[in-house]
């Protein structure tokens, strides 16, 4: 069966911060200080009229209390929500843009899409490569039958396999949270647990953040199976994310990369 498309509705932010047409420069500026955007849609009454930039508004700072009427962009690139993810992307490539509204066939604003969500969006869609990796092998090894499954699991029924994860990533995937980046753990279940596979980092981060619940692709053997990883986790002693040590003297290799040139000259 093919896959189905991504479309912009799947990664849209639906609560999107926008401007009446009849502000002033002033209360635009106020507006978009308080936001994390670089822009934003022109808007009245719920309908889509333009789009105004930080650049724009810079440019009349000196002129507070004049309409943003007399310096948007009337009219702005749009997609609609139907449209494929990928479709959406090439626009906002080739137009150089950061974001692009998404509107319905009246023109009422819906969202807004970004070029992080397009990334957040490829970051999501690596993780069934590495489902069909594990699924193949474990159905080789194990001569069973695999039914992977998009759920969602308790975090405190996670069994942990790894017994080491690194302070800064933690770190990091709590802010990928924070910003709606939410990549599916890998879990086998077995009984009334699932066997942690891939993710132990986003796991413990969302664990610390209080999030009960997490997306996984879960792998559904046939029948029950002996796991060379769950009894090794077994023997090291991992039995809850709690048992899983946090590391702070060293980095994890992306925040090493990544920090390489943030360091001070010697």
Do not use: C
Not at 163 to 182: M, T
């Amino acid at each position: 069966m093919a896959e189905r498309k991504l479309k912009v509705e799947d990664y849209m932010i639906r609560e999107v911060v926008h401007v009446p047409l009849d502000y002033t420069v002033e209360q635009a500026v106020a507006t978009l200080v308080s936001s994390e955007f670089h822009g934003m849609p022109v808007t009245r009454d719920g309908k889509l009229v333009g789009f105004i930039t930080a650049k724009e508004l810079l440019r009349n700072y000196h002129t507070p209390n004049m309409p943003i009427s007399d310096i948007i962009r009337k009219g702005t690139v749009t997609v609609n929500p139907k449209m494929d993810l990928d479709d959406a992307a090439r626009i906002l490539f080739r137009y150089g843009l950061r974001n692009v509204p998404v509107i319905n066939e009246s023109g009422t604003l819906l969202g807004i899409i970004s070029n992080l969500d397009i990334v957040r969006s490829h970051i999501e869609r690596a993780t069934p490569n590495k489902v069909a990796m594990i699924k193949n092998f474990l159905e080789t090894k194990h001569g069973v039958s695999i039914m992977v499954r998009r759920r969602i699991v308790p975090v405190e029924s996670l069994r942990p396999t790894q017994k080491e994860v690194y302070a800064d990533e933690l770190l990091g995937r709590k802010e990928e949270i924070k910003r709606g980046l939410v990549e599916p753990i890998i879990v086998i279940q077995n009984n009334d647990h699932f066997i942690l596979v891939d993710g132990h980092h986003r796991a413990l981060a969302s664990k610390q953040m209080g999030v009960k619940q997490f997306s996984a692709f879960v792998l559904e053997p046939s029948r029950d199976v002996e796991l060379g990883l769950e009894k090794s986790a077994e023997e090291q002693g991992l039995h809850t994310l709690d048992d899983v040590k946090i590391i702070d003297g060293s980095h994890h290799p992306l925040v090493e990369i990544t920090t390489r040139l943030l360091k001070s000259e010697p």
